[in-house]
Antibody, heavy 114, light 108 residues
Framework: EVQLVESGGGLVKPGGSLRLSCAASGFNFTDGWMNWVRQAPGKGLEWVGRIKSKADGGTTDYAAFVTGRFTISRDDSKRTLYLQMNSLETEDTGVYYC?????WGQGTTVTVSS | SYELTQPPSVSVSPGQTARITCSGDALPKKYAYWSQHKSGQAPVLVIYEDSKRPSWIPERFSGSSSGTMATLTISGAQVDDESDYYCFSTDSGGNHWVFGGGTKLTVL
């Protein structure tokens, strides 16, 4: 079954850190360019960033609001995508999805609150 | 920063044709994609590269693009098609993706 499963969400205080994971199965993860997309409560979908496949350089690009706080990485041997989030702000609260745009995970919820 | 503009809402009766538009300055050179997102569920890709439909999406979904506007058309809309729909595309540089604000489709 083609699947992406996110984990690692939770409650964190402003200024704190969190690492999200996304486990892939059932498709060629290694060749995929993978993205993180989020949705704040009551708001629309918002692209966070992307990592290319290792074969295409493995480079990353981020939305402007990331401002150096987030890092996307991948471990192809574990078929897993990561999102390291530092200096979290209340505005980062939302559901975070991993996706190659064909396949989407169910999302993991991040709440930034004191 | 680059923006894609969608109408906040579209409403049709069952069996009618629903059209959702998406405007952006880079669309003449960049593909538009469309996703369906129902509350509490994972988004689903319904159209890619302006007009291509994944094999699992019903034929009543179609897409087109002309100039700075892309359009998602649902022919013979069904109650089950009620959802938020998002267009998304890259900026002119191709390295940053942008989502439109989303359109709530009501079928009743």
């Amino acid at each position: 079954e083609v699947q992406l499963v996110e984990s690692g969400g939770g409650l964190v205080k402003p200024g704190g850190s969190l690492r999200l994971s996304c486990a892939a199965s059932g498709f060629n993860f290694t060749d995929g360019w993978m993205n993180w997309v989020r949705q704040a409560p009551g708001k629309g979908l918002e692209w966070v960033g992307r990592i290319k496949s290792k074969a295409d350089g493995g480079t990353t690009d981020y939305a402007a609001f990331v401002t150096g706080r987030f890092t996307i990485s991948r471990d192809d041997s574990k078929r897993t995508l990561y999102l390291q989030m530092n200096s979290l702000e209340t505005e980062d609260t939302g559901v975070y999805y991993c996706t190659d745009f064909d396949v989407w995970g169910q999302g993991t919820t991040v709440t930034v609150s004191s | 920063s680059y923006e894609l503009t969608q109408p906040p809402s579209v409403s049709v009766s069952p069996g009618q044709t629903a059209r959702i538009t998406c405007s952006g300055d880079a669309l003449p050179k960049k593909y538009a994609y469309w996703s369906q997102h129902k509350s509490g569920q994972a988004p689903v890709l319904v159209i890619y590269e302006d007009s291509k439909r994944p094999s699992w999406i019903p034929e009543r979904f179609s897409g087109s693009s002309s100039g700075t506007m892309a359009t998602l058309t649902i022919s013979g809309a069904q109650v089950d098609d009620e959802s938020d729909y998002y267009c998304f595309s890259t900026d002119s540089g191709g390295n940053h993706w942008v989502f439109g604000g989303g359109t709530k489709l009501t079928v009743l």
